[in-house]
């Protein structure tokens, strides 16, 4: 009895120690595992952490590449606005320098002008003296002409080069009447009555009319500055020569009379 009693106290006691370290192997266990899942979570947030790490150092490594890029556009930017700066100041410089220029000539041409204008009129009243003396083909118009001549050198708008143009095609356009032909249409005065006629230039050595049927025709003495009519004897000369000068005939010998060349002088 003893010896079982025993042998179940022993029996109790390898129990309790197999429980003993059962349960020590159990914490053991349990302990590991905490620090295993502890570990697994410092991993875990040292991976976030080192992502969230990244992250910032991905974005700071885009804006700087940004500034970097940016830096670069506005030196760029720089160096163009500078280069148009000193191409705007040497502009600016040549423009300083042409006005000077400018100013300069506009003094002498205010002395200029004082010797120009004169000359001018000078001119004007030459040419109007001539045109009185000159055979009286379009009068009127020439007049006119030197009138406004007259006016224009008076104008304070307009240029001093200018009113010498106006002046020179003037004397041009009187020259060019001496190696022209052409035909106008007006009145003359035949036997009390005012009569449309055709007039025919011939240079300045012919000046010439007729009536609308020809039947009255004539020519300009300039050295009695008188018209001679010679009734219808020029008709068909007169005829001849006005188609031609109107392009209706070609070119081609006319016998009209015409003033001598006085060879005197």
């Excluded at 005012?194 to 300009?220: C, E, H, P, Q």
Aim: glycine share 2%.
């Amino acid at each position: 009895m003893f010896f079982f009693v025993s042998c179940k106290i022993i029996n109790m006691r390898v129990s309790f120690k197999k429980i003993i370290i059962f349960s020590i192997f159990i914490c053991a266990n349990i302990f590991a595992q905490e620090i295993v899942n502890e570990t697994i979570g410092t991993q875990v947030s040292a991976s976030s952490l080192s992502q969230d790490a990244q992250k910032k150092i991905d974005n700071l490594d885009i804006k700087s590449k940004e500034i970097y890029y940016e830096f670069k556009d506005t030196v760029a930017e720089y160096k163009s606005l500078k280069t148009y700066d000193d191409q705007l100041q040497e502009i600016i410089n040549a423009q300083k320098s042409e006005i000077e220029n400018i100013l300069k000539q506009i003094d002498s041409l205010d002395s200029t002008n004082k010797d120009i204008l004169p000359f001018l009129k000078r001119m004007i009243d030459v040419l109007r003296e001539f045109i009185l003396l000159d055979m009286p083909f379009l009068k009127e118009e020439r007049i006119a002409t030197v009138d406004n001549l007259d006016e224009i050198i008076l104008q304070a708008n307009v240029t001093t080069a200018e009113k010498f143009r106006k002046v020179f095609e003037a004397y041009q356009s009187e020259y060019n009447f001496g190696n022209t032909i052409e035909t106008y249409s007006g009145t003359m005065e035949l036997n009390d009555n005012d009569t449309a006629v055709i007039f025919f230039r011939l240079g300045r050595i012919g000046l010439y009319y007729s009536s609308l049927d020809y039947k009255k025709t004539g020519y300009w003495d300039n050295s009695n500055n008188i018209w001679i009519h010679s009734k219808g004897r020029l008709s068909n000369e007169l005829k001849t020569a006005i188609d031609i000068a109107n392009r209706q005939a070609p070119p081609n010998f006319i016998n009209l009379p015409i003033q001598p060349v006085d060879r005197s002088e």
